[in-house]
T-cell receptor, first 116, second 114 residues
Framework: EAQVTQNPRYLITVTGKKLTVTCSQN?????MSWYRQDPGLGLRQIYY???????DKGDVPEGYKVSRKEKRNFPLILESPSPNQTSLYFC???????????????FGPGTRLTVL | QKEVEQNSGPLSVPEGAIASLNCTYS??????FFWYRQYSGKSPELIMS????GDKEDGRFTAQLNKASQYVSLLIRDSQPSDSATYLC??????????????FGGGTRVLVKP
């Protein structure tokens, strides 16, 4: 089954304790992206990756890191989480046909993160 | 002004009626437009995409795009209780935006009452 998976699905942690949220896709997609969703603010892009070893900042990258060592995986790293990073996080992927209108992004199930 | 504006709702419609959702955007360079449905606590699910001015129908859903007026709308015909969800409007400027970045509106919550 074609899918985007994320782990963990739920996480409660404390300020300053490093954490990683994993994202994996089995559709051979080149493009992967992380979004956070907050009430009233909608979905905002954190980081994205056009391909292996190619990553760039989105609209709200502060406090986050990513890596893309393999095509299928795109982990999100919070080196020192803070309460304002409490949010619902989604990973998304697509074939990434640059300039192609028809490229569709598929979303993972989400990770609900609470930082105390 | 937000790049993508949606009325947050809730939009309450009786079962069997037509739900009409609107979305306006500020970037005239936007070329691709999408409607996602999101159930509470779940991930967004693509239900419609539209790239040209006019109407596009898919089952009970019709998307309408007017680039001159910078709005895109979604009609849900014969609304069912299972259509109760938040509907997210998203757009992509394939020239300006790096890669495949989607810019989302805040979503419109729809409640279909039996």
């Amino acid at each position: 089954e074609a899918q985007v998976t994320q782990n963990p699905r739920y996480l409660i942690t404390v300020t300053g304790k490093k954490l990683t949220v994993t994202c994996s896709q089995n559709m051979n997609h080149e493009y992967m992206s992380w979004y956070r969703q907050d009430p009233g603010l909608g979905l905002r892009q954190i980081y994205y990756s056009m391909n292996v070893e190619v990553t760039d900042k989105g609209d709200v990258p502060e406090g986050y890191k990513v890596s893309r060592k393999e095509k299928r995986n795109f982990p999100l790293i919070l080196e020192s989480p803070s309460p304002n990073q409490t949010s619902l996080y989604f990973c998304a992927s697509s074939f990434g046909l640059a300039g192609a209108n028809t490229d569709t992004q598929y979303f993972g199930p989400g990770t609900r993160l609470t930082v105390l | 002004q937000k790049e993508v504006e949606q009325n947050s709702g809730p939009l309450s419609v009786p079962e069997g009626a037509i739900a009409s959702l609107n979305c306006t955007y500020s970037d005239r360079g936007s070329q691709s437009f999408f409607w996602y449905r999101q159930y509470s606590g779940k991930s967004p699910e693509l239900i419609m995409s539209i790239y040209s001015n006019g109407d596009k129908e898919d089952g009970r859903f019709t998307a309408q795009l007017n680039k001159a007026s910078q709005y895109v709308s979604l009609l849900i015909r014969d609304s069912q209780p299972s259509d109760s969800a938040t509907y997210l409007c998203a757009l992509r400027d394939v020239i300006k935006a790096a890669g495949n970045k989607l810019t989302f509106g805040g979503g419109t919550r729809v409640l279909v009452k039996p």
